[in-house]
């Protein structure tokens, strides 16, 4: 398997997200859901995996 050109690849993708509005946020008056912030990450494992990571 060859080696992952990110330089070729990435800027194709930077342009599609930028093009569709993927991280663009919707503040239409036609939303009726609130907006939410995920302000607390999930923690990362520090040991060896077990259930309770789950």
């Known amino acids: 398997m060859a ?30 859901r609130l907006p939410y912030v995920v302000d607390n990450p999930p923690r990362y494992a520090s040991g060896a995996l077990h259930v309770g990571h789950a």
């Open 3 to 32: 080696a992952y050109d990110w330089k070729a690849v990435e800027p194709r993708w930077h342009k599609w997200w930028l093009d569709e509005e993927i991280y663009r946020f919707d503040d239409s008056l036609e939303s009726q």
